[in-house]
DNA sequence: CTTTTATGGTACTGCCAAGTACCATTTCCG
DNA sequence: CGGAAATGGTACTTGGCAGTACCATAAAAG
């Protein structure tokens, strides 16, 4: 054991191949990444591990072999490990997150408006992005309560809110009848999860087909419109 | 470092204190437990870290340090690291997924039948127990598959079918009008764990009241049933 | 009481990953 | 062009954990 028993001495490579000042001519030589372009690759490979893949916890040197750099980067760029699952949480928040609430206001037809959050949610959540996105906010949360707060108030939070929201508009205009909007909102994302989301998440069902989609959202937006009527 | 080097050598402690023939006076010395017991003992000691404290993945030193006995015990009796987490699977799995359909039989008045159906889930799946059983088998699921089926088919899979035979016979005596009573099924549980279970998962909100309980099953039975109305 | 068997305890090995140090090289700036 | 600062690459250290080997002891068999 041992490997060389020299604590701090000489360099332990000495100088591979320096060909005079570097030829010109050798083209396709990748280039030393400035700053801000090694963080987006940093944070681009290990959302491809942690998210795409599957991984449940990327090590860095997966990052680094897939990203290029070195270790350095990671601890200069984000101060270590946590720093660097702090800011791939924010990237992927950031990422897809904000499709979740895209075009729609509460001044839509209701139906319309239900109709096209539930697209939203499910085309969000049940993609192989949202399963891993979901599971590593999953697994954050044990170890980092602020973390898991972040993200919910970016993302579902936000959400929930703007259906409440669209919710109360729609009472005021007397076309539901409910008693406590917000609580009406957790119901219908709720039934819009219904089972598929789990099903998703623990792979016994593969990826819906566009009509599996349509076809669920439809009952669902019909079962909550027609239960919330006034009577 | 190397320890010793003495790699296959004498003793490494010497008899620790054998006074005479083990004194029988002395009470509360802990006796070597027999084979079912020290499984026994092994399976609650990773239950309680991995769920009950929300550990991930506990080590085997974390559990033998809880239940006594030795490493060679579980390579014994569970053959290593993955056999014990099957194990440990099947045992929560047959101590909390019965609760979630006791009591419930598809003769029931419908409303009695959901609102029961209902709290079980809540109760289940918002306690600390059922959160750390959900993370437990979402990081299984990645690594193995098959536990995930078997998970999914004695629990969630138990449940939908049961509540999709509750809502046929309903059907059948006219009392709702669905198209697939096995989609309505998926709506009616995913309305009941509404938004409230992400806030669980992610600590977002304390553990519910009783009475909080009460007001979200009764609206989610109230909208689904009006939702669900022949007419 | 003696022999056999199985279990408890612990040391040890090997592996993997985080974090650190250092050299060589590249880029930046005067 | 020439030096300073930053980056890429790699080795190294440390720590945790799965898996194995082995001894001593407790229970069981004779």
Redesign the interface.
């Known amino acids: ?2 490997h060389d028993k020299r604590p701090n001495a000489g360099p332990r490579r000495q100088a591979p191949e320096r060909a005079g000042s570097t030829p010109a001519s050798a083209a396709p030589k990748p280039r030393r990444l400035k700053h801000s372009d090694r963080r987006t690759a940093l944070l681009q490979a290990a959302k491809e591990l942690s998210v795409e893949q ?1 991984v ?1 916890i990327p090590s860095l040197d997966a990052i680094i072999k897939r990203a290029g750099g070195s270790r350095r980067s990671i601890y200069t760029e984000f101060g270590g490990k946590e720093g660097l699952r702090d800011a791939l949480l924010a990237e992927i928040s950031g990422e897809i997150l904000p499709a979740l609430h895209e075009g729609i206001d509460r001044n839509m037809d209701l139906r319309a408006a239900l109709t096209h959050f539930a697209r939203r949610l499910v085309c969000v959540l049940m993609s192989e992005h949202g399963i891993g996105m979901s ?1 590593l ?3 954050d ?2 170890t980092s ?1 602020s973390r ?2 972040t ?2 108030a970016k993302g ?2 936000k959400g ?1 809110k703007l259906l409440a929201d669209i919710l109360e508009a729609a009472r005021g205009r007397g076309e539901i009848a ?3 909007c917000a ?14 989301y ?2 998703r ?4 069902r593969p990826p819906l087909s566009e009509a599996e989609i349509e ?2 959202i439809g ?2 937006v ?8 006034p ?1």
Chains 1, 2 share one sequence.
């Open positions: 054991m041992q599957n449940t599971r906010i999953m697994q949360s044990l309560p898991a707060r993200f919910y579902p939070g929930m409910v008693r406590d609580s009406a909102a957790g119901c219908f994302t709720g039934m819009v999860r219904g089972n598929l789990l099903e998440a623990l792979r016994i076809a669920h009952a669902a019909d079962i909550f419109l027609e239960g919330v009527k009577r």
